[in-house]
């Protein structure tokens, strides 16, 4: 039964027992201790007894009780309510206000969970109020009380709503916090499943079939010893393949050693693969073997051979032919056993038609052609991309961040001319730079803008006296930032910048129009620090 009765409680015990609830309630986010603890400030200052929240299952079919103060757990467990049943069906079903005054005079009452004999002699009530979420009824809060007591129903009523309220703020905060940890859990989930899946493929991440099939390709080539030739945009992952194609070899094991071509001065770049002589040049103190010996019994990784000279590769031809090196400032055949694979984002049969590259070196690098495919076309891979990345960075820079809504679809459609790298490098960014705990779509795409200006920055004509040709750049805009030949740099050039950058190696890079592996090769080359 309803009832409207005139409000006759102390202001000053109801403003201590509401104190008390924000208190504890926003003490901790664990309900099971909370809820419970607020229930017990109902039985001992207020005198409403056996208080319980009844929730709705996940079907929505069934009400039980999750949370009590004054209940064994047997009495718990039998307090089970089909939708509409009872007292406590019948509040949740209409989201009213529910008093009973006299348990034993109310047939609709069901003693489910507390049997008559357990209650007082006396005249008990039962007093329920919906706990309302977005105007809909979300569970029930329940308690006993003397029916003859000074204080009237209706402060009772007043009490328990509010209490109601502060306890479905504690449950929504709770199932939100709730669906973002499964969230986060289901998304490492899926990583760990997808790392798992992809562990034996050396860092390769990623479901796509042309990706895949690229795989398969490169597993299937790995047993022999022919040349391989790695084909794609810089950043599809190209030294990745070739250390794989490495470790399903025979040659696993032994050495694989990687020479980024474009990296190294055109002058230096003999002697690191060939290695050098005493006294062959000014600076060479003592003998030096090259990469290609070092490399002996395994396998010799030539990145980025479009940039080698026309020179240098009739020196490649020839070890190719004869598996074979001589040092410079030496006349001694070294024999190595080698297989080499190499790798280009430059279409090299248009640099054998342009006499840049020579076409019997070309013949013997394509034994086996594989393009690695760009990630524009690897569909579904972005996503799984960025949680990786995400999972990595948050770990390595100590936050905790999730992706917001649109944030994938927004990745999954930009056209990553720089690929693998371009992304990481985006979501490196959005990690240091988000200030919030969900990186959103307004985040991604500031970020995504400025990626985006980059090919129309580089169209300038570079005016740095080091000659790196900028306008070359934009010959390539489905390629990100391709490698280019730079010029040679003197060590007292080297220190000069150095010195004028205060010692700022970023700053002395940009100067030199180096990168900032460029630079590193150098300054150790020269001994400089």
Not at 331 to 338: F, K, L, P
């Amino acid at each position: 039964m309803e009832i409207d009765q005139p409000i006759g409680n102390d202001p000053d015990q109801d403003a201590l027992i509401l104190s008390e609830a924000a208190d504890l309630l926003g003490r901790s986010l664990e309900a099971s201790i909370t809820i419970p603890a607020v229930l017990r400030l109902l039985s001992q200052l207020a005198g409403l007894n056996r208080g319980r929240v009844v929730l709705p299952d996940n079907t929505g079919s069934k009400l039980s009780i999750q949370y009590a103060y004054g209940l064994r757990d047997r009495e718990r467990e039998q307090g089970v309510y089909n939708l509409g049943e009872g007292i406590t069906g019948y509040v949740m079903q209409t989201g009213r206000v529910c008093v009973v005054e006299d348990i034993d005079r109310e047939p609709e009452f069901r003693f489910r969970a507390v049997e008559r004999a357990t209650l007082p002699s006396e005249v008990v009530s039962f007093v329920a109020v919906p706990i309302m979420l977005d105007d809909q009824p979300a569970g029930v809060l329940g308690c006993h009380r003397i029916r003859n007591r000074p204080r009237a129903f209706q402060a009772d009523i007043h009490l328990l709503r509010i209490v109601a309220a502060m306890i479905g703020q504690t449950l929504r905060i709770g199932t939100l916090i709730h669906q973002r940890t499964q969230h986060l859990e289901q998304q490492n989930e899926a990583l760990r499943s997808a790392l798992e899946r992809q562990s034996f493929k050396h860092g390769i991440l990623g479901e796509s079939p042309v990706l895949l099939e690229a795989l398969e390709e490169a597993t299937q080539v790995a047993a022999s010893d022919a040349t391989v030739m790695l084909r794609g945009e810089s950043g599809t992952g190209k030294e990745k393949f070739a250390r794989m194609i490495h470790e399903y070899s025979p040659r696993v094991g032994k050495p694989f050693v990687c020479i980024n071509c474009a990296a190294i001065p055109e002058q230096l770049l003999e002697a690191e693969l060939f290695g050098h002589e005493k006294g062959a040049f000014t600076g060479a103190v003592r003998s030096r073997q090259g990469k290609a010996e070092a490399a002996d019994g395994g396998t010799l990784f030539l990145d980025e051979i479009g940039d080698m000279s026309l020179d240098l590769q009739s020196k490649l031809l020839r070890l190719l032919q004869e598996r074979c090196v001589q040092r410079i400032g030496g006349n001694q055949d070294i024999h190595v056993d080698i297989r080499v694979i190499t790798a280009s984002h430059k279409d090299l049969q248009q640099g054998v038609n342009q006499g840049t590259f020579r076409l019997d070196l070309y013949y013997r690098l394509n034994v086996i052609p594989l393009r690695l495919p760009p990630l524009r076309e690897r569909d579904g891979d972005v996503a799984l991309l960025a949680r990786h990345f995400l999972h990595t960075f948050t770990h390595r820079h100590r936050r905790n961040l999730t992706l917001g809504p649109g944030v994938q679809s927004r990745l999954e459609s930009f056209p990553w001319h720089g690929n693998i790298r371009q992304l990481e490098n985006v979501m490196e960014r959005a990690v240091l730079t988000t200030r919030s705990s969900v990186i959103e779509a307004s985040d991604i795409e500031h970020i995504l803008r400025e990626e985006s200006t980059v090919g129309e920055e580089t169209e300038q004509v570079d005016s740095n006296p080091h000659g790196i040709g900028v306008r070359e750049m934009s010959a390539y805009p489905s390629t990100g930032r391709p490698y280019q030949r730079v010029a040679e740099s003197d060590p007292q050039e080297l220190q000069e910048v150095l010195q004028r950058c205060r010692g700022n190696k970023t700053q002395a890079a940009r100067e030199l129009g180096l990168s900032a592996r460029q630079l590193h090769y150098r300054l150790e080359k020269f001994g400089l620090k």
